[in-house]
């Protein structure tokens, strides 16, 4: 996968209808991205309710011996006869064809509840889109961002440090960066008067795409800047590689 997040692929996830390669590149980002893991959450838990979207209903007690009297034991002794046919590997379908193929057979309450299950994901999707859109925009937000760029050997790099009002938190994300080997890590530093402290430590996938939730003892908007450097893997008591990113608040 080449983009930065999976949101179109986590409802076929929840619902556990991805073609198996798919399911593990999806799985394979949720385990470093924080936020795609808290949308996957919340589309399970809609999924959950699924069941009690069909009503219950008691079958008449003749009905099994009724459905069994009509098969004909000749036509079974026939089809174990008879060779079994050669079958060509169907195309791939996309996960979205895939759970459109299985609602005609599915009841009507069933094909009702997936449908309004489809819709409540994808209102969702775009939500979560606009909501990431609006971050990057200016004007009036709830958050404050710190925009970080490439420097050292990573000049393409960047990074986005997003934060509440008061800056009791914040979650880090970047891309572009390059995997490091084991010995390696990224450490994030907040800086105040020139004075750093430690904002934890990091990895980025093979695509470069890496995420850090960051707290401090005191608010984060009381740094003025922030920088990322390569350290030792375990972190550093204090920068002591090269830096790979910087923004200042």
């Known amino acids: 996968m080449t983009d930065a997040h999976v949101l179109d692929l986590i409802p076929a996830y929840a619902l556990n209808i ?13 385990s470093v991205c924080a936020a795609c893991t808290s949308e996957l959450q919340a589309y399970r838990r809609v999924a959950e309710q699924l069941p009690m979207a069909a009503p219950g209903a008691n079958p008449p007690a003749r009905l099994k011996s009724s459905i069994l009297s009509q098969l004909p034991r000749q036509q ?22 895939a759970l459109l193929h299985g609602l005609p057979a599915l009841s009507p309450a069933w094909g009702v509840a997936s449908l309004a299950l489809i819709l409540v994901l994808g209102a969702s999707n775009l939500f979560l889109w606009q909501r990431i859109d609006q971050l990057s925009q200016p004007g009036e937000s709830h958050f404050i961002t710190v925009h970080l760029q490439g420097a050292g050997a990573s000049p393409a790099a960047v990074g986005l440090l997003v934060m ?15 995997s490091l080997e084991p010995s390696k890590t990224y450490q994030l530093w907040l800086i105040h008067n020139g004075e750093r402290t430690n904002g934890g430590i990091f990895s980025v996938d093979a695509q470069g795409y890496g995420s850090l939730w960051v707290s401090s003892n005191i608010p984060l908007t009381t740094f ?19 830096k790979v990113l910087g923004g200042e608040l």
């Open 164 to 178: 509440d009002e008061q800056g009791n938190a914040g979650t880090l994300v970047v891309d572009g960066l390059p």
């Open 224 to 242: 003025d800047s922030f920088g990322v450097t390569i350290e030792p893997a375990g972190g550093s008591p204090g920068p002591s590689g090269e």
């Open 18 to 30: 991805l073609e198996f390669e798919e399911a593990r590149q999806v799985a394979a980002h949720l």
């Open 76 to 97: 079974e002794a026939a089809a174990a006869a008879r060779p079994s046919p050669v079958r060509l590997p169907a195309p791939k379908r996309t996960w979205w064809q």
